[in-house]
């Protein structure tokens, strides 16, 4: 458990790889867990569940001294804003933006957030992505861009829309900028902690208001035990597992390497709906998730031949 808070030591590459495929791949099966949750309970209601879970885990971690925090001297502020960007204003960016816009105009802005954050990343940290990193990270953005063109343009493209996922996009950019920028000071888990925190706060003030007050509209979804496994999931391996992964991998990865991962979750949440919700899958689809692959493959590469 030491690992979890331990900033000096070196981790191996295949190690911080493994962070990054397996906290996206996490992200790839939350569509599905959020779809059984959602036919159960509110969206903030689900999210209040969702991030009080993974905060009471954590904090029993501490209590039980299965990991350790440091954060005397420090200011608060950065975890702070780090946790209105991701999980707070990016959530709300994306499931308002999702709502008033059509899926492909949703899903092509969401597959902008990898070589935006890149793009960033060199003037802001001054990390330099290579020519071959932005087009091995372009093919596996065309890859998003071309299944989001293959689904059903359903919903009607709306001026709300376009902001909304405008300011997800950018809060998912800060955070990923932040994240990485905070890493010599604060630990993985200190900053997937605030993050739970925030996230739980803030979400459960909006469910309160959704209630109305009524614990009863609260707490009923927890009888649900199909609603119960997927805030399990949604809670433990998505957020706790993956915002930590993700907050690992970026602690020891350029931003240009870990970001360009998160095509991986499109292409889990793909297969995830052919094999378990028996969703149409074509040739097409299989095309685009090989480029997927291919993007990330090459950017992990390319940063290899470019030390």
């Known amino acids: 458990m030491s690992e979890l808070n331990h900033r000096s030591e070196r981790p191996s590459e295949a190690k911080v790889l493994l962070a990054a495929i397996v906290g996206h791949t996490f992200w790839g099966f939350s569509f599905m867990a959020s779809r059984v949750a959602l036919d159960v309970a509110n969206m903030f209601v689900l999210l209040s569940h969702r991030f009080i879970l993974a905060f009471f885990v954590m904090s029993l971690m501490i209590v039980f001294k299965l990991v350790k ?115 010599k000071e604060f630990s993985p888990f200190e900053r997937t902690y605030s993050m739970m925190g925030m996230g739980a706060l803030v979400f459960s003030i909006c469910a309160i208001v959704y209630c109305r007050g009524d614990a009863k509209t609260y707490i009923e979804p927890l009888f649900n035990l199909n609603y119960d496994l997927a805030i399990l999931f949604l809670g433990l391996c998505c957020s706790v597992g993956s915002y930590f992964m993700s907050s690992y991998a970026l602690t020891h990865m350029t931003v240009a390497k870990e970001t360009v991962f998160a095509n991986l979750t499109t292409a889990v949440s793909v297969f995830a709906g052919a094999f378990f919700l028996h969703e149409p899958f074509s040739i097409m689809g299989v095309i685009f998730c090989i480029m997927i692959l291919v993007g990330i493959y090459g950017v992990q590469r390319e940063s290899k031949e470019s030390k």
Do not use: C, W
């Open 69 to 183: 925090i440091d954060l005397k001297g420090k200011s608060f502020l950065p975890l702070i804003v780090l946790g209105l960007m991701e999980p707070v204003v990016y959530f709300f960016g994306e499931l308002i933006g999702i709502e008033h816009s059509n899926t492909i105009f949703s899903g092509v802005m969401i597959a902008m957030i990898p070589i935006v954050s890149t793009l960033a990343a060199a003037p802001i940290l001054k990390e330099m992505p290579s020519v071959g990193q932005l087009i091995f990270g372009a093919i596996s953005v065309a890859g998003v861009i071309g299944i989001g063109l293959m689904s059903k343009g359903s919903g009607q493209l709306e001026f709300i829309g376009v902001i909304a996922l405008a300011i997800a996009v950018i809060a998912a950019v800060a955070y990923t900028l932040l994240a990485r920028g905070l890493s």
